[in-house]
């Protein structure tokens, strides 16, 4: 199911997931590319975001990605 929504077109569809703690850690890392920011975020802020997805999210074209 999750894997659906990753690419729903909703981005609050997307942003939800990105909040979700029990998704698989592949999951978050894709969604550290959403194009959305706010889904972007929202990963950076999951404590179960994977560490992998630290170094694309460290980079970010948004302020607010960058540090969260």
Do not use: H, W
């Amino acid at each position: 199911m999750a894997k659906l929504a990753v690419a729903s077109e909703d981005c609050a569809v997307r942003f939800d997931l990105a909040k979700r703690t029990d998704l698989q850690p592949e999951i978050l890392y894709y969604l550290a590319e959403d194009e959305e920011a706010g889904v972007r975020r929202a990963v950076a802020e999951n404590q179960s975001t994977p560490r992998q997805a630290d170094v694309l999210l460290v980079e970010d074209v948004d302020d607010d990605v960058r540090i969260s």
